[in-house]
């Protein structure tokens, strides 16, 4: 059940009550691809930094190790040893990366796996099945990742066979969350809206999904290579069409000026890799815009990342010890890194929270922006 708390402007402050556990918004998952944050990232350090939601991949699961061995194995809070909520995409984004690999039918879609070459075929009802063996908290709805640049004719059928996809996924989740076996009968379905920059068909989209009742509404196919400014765009156009009483989640979204700019047009759920991913080259966040710490300029810097940061990094080491362990390929220094600038999304998170329940969220992100964009520390 989500819980609207308290609303700024467009700004959403609500909780999302789960089997395990509260969720509360607006809130950044943790994107744990394979069951494991890259950068030599534990569980136990999620909970230490914060850390509300993680978020897994369904497609590299079933992949690897497969999701019938996590299901032997309990299910996938179990194997990783997380007692928080789970989200599990639903491979529909992976399927429009492995472009040159695939084929898409009315049944679903037949593509090769990147690991082995062995074919593999994917459609709602697999997706479904895969994620319940999964047993996440949240489990995506299988769509299709239209590239931003899809003409129109291709975009408004796409979006029609995803609609058509949706109920059948949510037949198939119903079906697989009564039967005596499933680890996680409650698991919760999320539905996606698509339709590239084509205001219409988003819309028109998102009405349709609406009348479907699901746990919770994604705008997918966004942060794809169209300009920021069309994907401000689209959330003010569609938003408002997503039940506002529904968490609303931005896949795939991004820097830490997306998801300000993104939580006042009312969304409240964000996932993206740049946290880890910038940290694995040295590039860290800070209050006052991004450092990339193999610059010279930190080989005698003994002050923390962020003076005031409580993150495991700044509490222990300095910015040179930080920058030799990166120089050498210590994997000290790339853990480091990502703990900091996951620390730095999740506090960013917990303000934003803050700033809604006291009605003073323009200002907030204002403050925000400027001091991010302002002189490097």
Same mark, same amino acid.
């Given at each position: 059940?989500y819980?609207? /708390?308290k609303k700024?402007?467009?700004?959403?402050?609500?909780?999302?009550?789960?089997? +395990?556990?509260?969720? #509360?918004?607006?809130?950044?998952?943790?994107?744990g691809?394979q069951?494991a944050?890259?950068?030599? =990232? !534990?569980?136990?350090?999620?909970?230490?930094?914060?850390?509300? =939601? #993680?978020l897994s991949?369904?497609?590299?699961?079933?992949?690897?190790?497969?999701?019938q061995?996590?299901k032997?194995?309990?299910g996938?809070?179990?194997?990783?040893n997380?007692?928080?909520?789970?989200?599990?995409? @639903?491979?529909?984004?992976q399927?429009? @990366?492995?472009?040159g690999?695939?084929?898409?039918?009315e049944?679903?879609?037949?593509f +090769?796996?990147?690991?082995?070459?062995?074919?593999?075929?994917?459609?709602?009802e697999?997706?479904?099945? /895969?994620?319940?063996?999964?047993?996440?908290?949240i !489990?995506?709805?299988f769509?299709?990742?239209?590239? *931003?640049?899809?003409?129109y004719?291709?975009?408004?059928? @796409?979006?029609?066979?995803?609609?058509?996809?949706l109920?059948?996924?949510?037949?198939?989740?119903?079906r697989?969350?009564s039967?005596?076996d499933?680890?996680?009968?409650?698991?919760?379905?999320?539905?996606?809206?698509q339709?590239?920059?084509?205001? #219409?068909i988003?819309?028109?989209?998102?009405?349709?999904?609406?009348?479907?009742?699901?746990?919770?509404?994604a705008?997918g196919?966004?942060?794809?290579?169209?300009?920021?400014? #069309?994907?401000?765009?689209?959330?003010?156009?569609t938003?408002?069409?997503l039940?506002e009483e529904?968490?609303?989640?931005?896949?795939?979204?991004?820097?830490?000026?997306? /998801?300000?700019?993104?939580?006042?047009?009312?969304?409240d759920?964000?996932?993206? =890799?740049?946290?880890?991913?910038?940290?694995? *080259?040295?590039?860290?966040y800070?209050?006052?815009?991004?450092l990339?710490?193999?610059?010279q300029?930190?080989?005698?810097?003994?002050?923390? /990342?962020?003076e005031?940061?409580?993150?495991?990094?700044?509490?222990?080491?300095?910015?040179?010890?930080i920058? *030799?362990?990166?120089? !050498?390929k210590e994997?000290?220094?790339?853990?480091?890194?990502?703990? +900091?600038?996951?620390?730095?999304?999740?506090?960013?998170?917990?303000?934003?929270?803050?700033?809604?329940?006291?009605?003073?969220?323009k200002?907030?992100?204002?403050?925000?922006?400027e001091?991010?964009r302002?002189?490097q520390?």
């Amino acid at each position: 059940m989500y819980e609207l /708390i308290k609303k700024d402007g467009r700004a959403k402050r609500g909780r999302l009550h789960t089997v +395990h556990g509260v969720i #509360e918004t607006p809130v950044f998952m943790n994107v744990g691809t394979q069951a494991a944050i890259k950068g030599a =990232v !534990a569980t136990s350090d999620l909970q230490e930094i914060g850390t509300l =939601v #993680e978020l897994s991949n369904t497609y590299h699961l079933h992949v690897r190790p497969g999701d019938q061995v996590i299901k032997k194995l309990g299910g996938l809070h179990k194997f990783m040893n997380w007692d928080k909520p789970i989200l599990t995409d @639903s491979g529909g984004f992976q399927v429009f @990366s492995l472009a040159g690999l695939r084929k898409i039918k009315e049944e679903g879609v037949t593509f +090769h796996s990147h690991v082995d070459g062995r074919k593999i075929f994917m459609g709602p009802e697999e997706s479904m099945q /895969i994620q319940s063996n999964l047993a996440s908290t949240i !489990a995506m709805a299988f769509d299709e990742c239209i590239p *931003h640049d899809a003409d129109y004719d291709y975009v408004k059928k @796409s979006v029609d066979r995803t609609t058509r996809w949706l109920d059948r996924c949510r037949v198939e989740m119903a079906r697989l969350n009564s039967l005596p076996d499933t680890i996680n009968k409650n698991q919760l379905l999320f539905g996606i809206n698509q339709g590239t920059t084509y205001k #219409e068909i988003r819309i028109k989209h998102a009405k349709e999904i609406s009348a479907m009742d699901l746990d919770g509404y994604a705008l997918g196919g966004l942060a794809v290579g169209e300009p920021t400014e #069309e994907m401000y765009r689209i959330l003010d156009e569609t938003v408002p069409y997503l039940p506002e009483e529904k968490p609303t989640y931005l896949m795939g979204v991004g820097t830490p000026d997306n /998801i300000l700019e993104a939580v006042d047009r009312g969304v409240d759920f964000f996932d993206c =890799v740049y946290p880890s991913r910038n940290g694995r *080259h040295g590039n860290v966040y800070t209050n006052h815009g991004k450092l990339n710490l193999f610059n010279q300029k930190f080989e005698l810097d003994d002050k923390p /990342i962020e003076e005031g940061c409580q993150c495991p990094a700044c509490k222990h080491y300095t910015r040179a010890y930080i920058r *030799h362990l990166l120089k !050498a390929k210590e994997m000290l220094g790339m853990r480091l890194c990502v703990l +900091h600038n996951l620390y730095f999304y999740n506090t960013m998170m917990f303000e934003i929270r803050q700033a809604i329940e006291a009605g003073d969220y323009k200002e907030y992100k204002k403050r925000k922006l400027e001091m991010m964009r302002g002189k490097q520390a």
